[in-house]
């Protein structure tokens, strides 16, 4: 499997980052023929990073967790690159590896080269990183026995013990979220945010309510698109329930 086996085919001129990876460019050129590819192979790569937020629909690095050593702040520079729906590819050579495991039952361990990681832990640095979902392939695999190991009380959980390295897709929203940002702009989404919270908190909760109904008239939100809205900006239950009977979405 490949790194681009993540990305589906678009036809629309999206903005793309490639870091250290050109050798992905011809591939990538074909899933995504109109797209904008900037190519970036810079040694001090975070200072070389442009300033402005939400630029890039798609951001292919794959050795920023295998080699370096500020992980965190290179994933939180990306996270402010990455538009709403944009997301991260990269990879990394897993620890728990049946050769990895074995090479330390002999006393040796090599990481002069790639920086190592358990799934677990590529999980939590990338939540810390504010990435909102996150997915995993398996980028390569040996068949070698894992028999004695599992004995031993590891899991081997999708196969992890036989997988030498996995490849990870970072979302900077949920597909939920992403799909609710893609619709309206960003104005209409914050006064409906807005009128929302209000209602919630009984604000001034009928004109508010009237504000609202106004608002989804003139931009012409549906009644789907409204009622997931509420279930992802309505922090309790009690007033989503409340807030969709009045609307009649119930």
Known sequence: MSI????????????????????????????????????????????????????FELIIAPEVLTVGEN??????????????????????????????????????????????????????LLDSA?????????????????TDWENFGFDNYNEDLTTKIWLVKACKCTAEVAALKEIFTTEVRADLSRFLHRIE??????ENFQRLMALCEREGIFDEYLSDFIEQVVVHASAKDFIKARIGLN
């Open 4 to 55: 681009l086996d993540f990305v589906l085919p678009n036809f629309l001129p999206i903005n793309v980052l490639l870091i250290d990876s050109e050798e992905f460019l011809p591939d990538l050129q074909e899933i995504l023929p109109a797209a904008r590819i900037c190519l970036l192979n810079e040694p001090n790569l975070i200072e070389k990073l442009p300033h402005e937020p939400k630029i």
């Open 71 to 124: 992980f965190y702040a290179m994933l939180m520079a990306f996270n402010h690159l990455l538009t709403d729906s944009g997301m991260l590819l990269t990879q990394f050579y897993n620890v728990r590896f049946v050769k990895v495991l074995e090479n330390l039952q002999r006393g040796k361990f090599f990481n002069n080269e790639q920086r190592l990681w358990a799934k677990a832990d590529v999980v939590k």
């Open 130 to 146: 504010i990435y909102k979902e996150i997915h995993f392939l398996p980028g390569e695999r040996e068949n070698v026995s894992t």
């Open 201 to 206: 908190y009984d604000i001034d909760a009928e």
